[in-house]
Structures are given as C-alpha cells and as structure tokens.
C-alpha cells in the first residue's frame, strides 16, 4: 500500500459539475482501493469526512496584494502570471516539510505543480489539456486592439516553457489528446499517456419532440473558450434561430460570473441556471447540446455528458479535430455560421435524423465508461 499525495487547486469533493473537479474525485476514489490518498488543495473545507483510505488538507489562496506583487516579479523574471493565482506560500512550505513520506506525487495540472518545491520524487502530472495552446488560441481570437491579446500571446510562450520544465520534472504525463501528444518536442514519448474523460452512466433521457424548446451549453462559464462561446452564440447565431422559433430558449448550466449573467439574462429567451449537482432535471424538451468553442483544446468533456445521455450535440470544427476515438464516427460538427444554424433546424424539425444522432452518441460513448479509463493506471503505479 502507497502513500500518494493528491496535489491539486480545486477541491475534488466540491461537488461542482466541472471536468476538473469529476476527472480528480474519480483518480482519488480509484488510488484509495488499494492505497492511502492525502488530497492537499486550495479553499476552505467543505463537509468531505476524512476515512483511513482518503483525507483533504486545505490551504488558503494567497491575498490579493500578495497575488500583485507576485506578478510584478514574474514580469521581471519572464514567468507566467497565470500560475500565481494557484500558489500558497503556506502550501509550498508543508509540502517542503512533509513530502518524504510519500510514495508516490499526483499533480493535477501545471498550477498545482507550480506549488511543489524543488525535489526529485515520483510524479505524475496530469496536464488534461495543455494550457499553451489555450493560450494561444485565445490570442488569435482576440480583436486586435483588445490590450489582452498582447498578453496572452506572451503568457502562451511563457507557459510553453514552464509547461516543459513539469514535463521533464515528472515521471508520468496524461494527456487527453493524442493529437496534443504528438505536438510536444523534446520530451520521450514514453513518459506521455493518454487517458480520457470518462462517464459514469449511460442512460438515454433524450425523446425527440417537435415542441422540444431547448438548447443547452453546460460547463464552467468562467473560463474564457466557455464564456465566449456562449456570448458568440447569443449574439450572432440565436436571435436567426429565433426567428424560424421563437419559442426556443437557450439554457447555459455551469458556474458564471454575475456580471456576464446579468447581461446574457437581459437577451430574450436565454436562461441561466448557474451551478448545478444534478443534470437529469434540467435535460427534458432539449433539441440538442452545444460545443461550440472557438478555442479547444484536448477533449471537451460537455461532449461526451451529451451523448451519455442520448443529447444530440454540435460542436465547432476545431473541437471535432481534438477527439481521436470519435472522429470516425462523424460526429456532427460546422465549419460556419450557416452550416451551424442549419443543423440545429435539422435536429429541431427531422425526427429520423435526431434520433439517430442520438444513438450515435450513445454508441460512441461506451468507449468512454469511467472503469475502463481508470484500469489503465494499473501500468504505472
């Protein structure tokens, strides 16, 4: 039996429906079979009781004054700001008095990794989506005199470095994407795995109606490829979709920030529901699931929550080109605006073609059960 520390900066057992937060409470609950787990994270305790098997630690966030003044550093040193939003000095301290009595380091992305001190133990980090391309993709998405997009260019080559530090520091490296494995140089491709998003049931809730009335985007509407997708489709593709019907709503589940959901509220038919535990209430009348970002990376896991449940889904191009296991099984995807306003009056009106849509995805996404994801850890722990 091993002693792993779970590092990470979102609380496993927050109960929030954010990849993030589901792909880390699934590897915690996995390693405590058959080992001790100690989760050291950011926030205040939530109501988690420690067992033998599974304890939490909780560290504050640094202050605000503190956060700025890191960041003056990190523009003198050419250093990510980024990653000062996820540091605790008090967290690197503990860690620097108690990390010997591990076995084995679990680093749930490079913010967490950005809390370890200087050591060399065994680790796994586990990137998800590689942050540097995120970054600059947002870049190129920005209007030009946006003063953001100068530091996201910046900020994408910072974390590309510091991205390859963690990766030569770790012993293990999971990605989502085989496509964003092959796009990492200068790092031996035995120590890069790829393990998916997993679901936990399959379980088709989805009923074709011609009075089905709702459009669905779930996830974390604070984080930026999220947040403007939802602000693309409401500004440019909803209001043509309203006037073939008028009675359609577009229903965004996830975490939003009270100044973008005082705006998105104020367009006619858009509904927030904010954060939520449980999908199945808020999935009856639904025409189809949107994933339609304009910066992806790796795979997005809303995807594969719609076709477990048998929610015919759209997602742009560019998150179509991510996904290795389902890209034979033409997933429904645009290139444009018209090709995306015309697939969701196709799945609004043609019963034929939503169901089958429909069985499509739950065909594809039992190749994404969670059990058959987490076995294959058992070849390097």
């Known amino acids: 039996m091993k002693k792993i520390l779970f590092l990470t900066v979102r609380d496993p057992f927050s109960g929030k429906f954010s990849g993030d937060v589901i792909r880390s409470k699934k590897f915690v609950e996995y390693f405590s079979k058959k080992n001790k787990v100690q989760i050291i994270t950011l926030g205040n305790n939530n109501k988690f009781k420690n067992s033998k098997k599974i304890s939490i630690k909780f560290f504050k966030r640094e202050n605000f004054i503190l956060i700025f003044f890191r960041c003056l550093l990190s523009i003198i040193q050419l250093k990510p700001l980024h990653l000062n939003f996820f540091y605790s000095s008090l967290l690197k301290k503990y860690l620097s008095q108690n990390i010997k009595s591990y076995d084995l380091i679990f680093c749930q992305s490079i913010r967490a990794f950005y809390n370890l001190p200087d050591f060399q133990k065994n680790i796994i980090l586990d990137v998800g989506d590689l942050y ?42 999971l990605l989502f994407s085989k496509k964003e494995i092959k796009e990492i140089k200068n790092i031996s491709k035995s120590k890069i795995v790829q393990i998916n998003f997993g679901v936990d049931k399959i379980k088709k809730i989805y009923k074709f109606s011609k009075k089905n009335y709702k459009i669905i985007f779930i996830g974390n509407i604070k984080y930026t490829p999220n947040r403007q997708a939802c602000y693309n489709f409401v500004n440019n593709i909803f209001p043509i979709i309203k006037e073939f019907f008028p009675e359609i709503e577009f229903h965004i589940l996830g975490e939003i920030y009270s100044l973008d959901k005082y705006i998105l509220l104020r367009k006619p038919g858009v509904q927030i529901k904010g954060k939520i535990k449980n999908l199945e209430p808020h999935l009856s009348n639904v025409i189809c699931g949107l994933a339609n970002l304009n910066i992806s990376t790796g795979v997005q896991t809303k995807l594969l929550t719609y076709m477990s449940y048998g929610i015919p889904s759209i997602c742009s ?65």
């Open 132 to 173: 540097s391309k995120n970054y600059y993709q947002t870049f190129k998405n920005l209007f030009f005199l946006n003063p953001l997009k100068i530091i996201y260019y910046i900020e994408s080559k910072l974390i590309k470095k510091y991205e390859h530090f963690c990766f030569s520091k770790s012993n293990k490296i």
């Open 317 to 381: 191009e560019k998150v179509f080109k991510n996904f290795d296991k389902i890209r034979s099984n033409k997933i429904d995807y645009y290139k444009n605006d018209k090709e995306f306003i015309n697939l969701i009056i196709k799945m609004k009106n043609n019963s034929s073609y939503s169901n089958k849509v429909s069985d499509r995805g739950i065909k594809t996404v039992q190749k994404f059960k969670w059990p058959k994801i987490l076995n294959s850890f058992d070849r390097f722990i």
